[in-house]
């Protein structure tokens, strides 16, 4: 009975406190969203914030081109987004992570891939 109480208290400080100080904080963000601001939508997309109204949000992702939005699908703004992805791709670049140095560091098609492509454009 104990290592399961022991496990349960683990995941929750591991897993679920983190997620929900995480969430608590995106909510924080979306609440003090105001015109002008550069945001990265949940599919990608950068634009700018035209208008704000109760769950939705006006974008300006181009000249003369807008998209309303749902105010959940701002996932964060341009500055720090655009820092993180620039922070995952240098950790990245030092040898492929853990996965990586565990299995060979490969990870991709095998030599057969180019010559499989080169019999498919012949038929």
């Known amino acids: 009975m104990v290592p399961v109480i022991l496990m349960f208290a683990v995941f929750y400080f591991l897993v679920m ?13 979306l609440s003090e969203l105001k015109r002008g601001d550069k945001v990265v939508l949940s599919g990608g997309i950068l634009g700018r914030v035209s208008k704000v109204e109760d769950d939705i ?4 992702v181009a000249d003369k081109v807008k998209l309303r939005v749902l105010k ?9 987004a655009l820092a993180k ?11 492929g992570g853990l996965l990586a140095s565990l299995f060979g560091g490969g990870g991709g098609a095998s030599s057969g891939g180019d010559k499989d492509s080169k ?3 012949k038929a």
């Open 17 to 29: 406190r983190p997620m929900k100080k995480q969430e608590e904080e995106r909510k924080q963000r």
């Open 57 to 60: 949000v006006l974008i300006e």
């Open 72 to 80: 959940k699908e701002v996932s964060d703004f341009q500055d720090t």
């Open 85 to 95: 992805a620039k922070e995952e791709s240098e950790a990245g670049a030092g040898g």
């Open 119 to 121: 019999d498919s454009k």
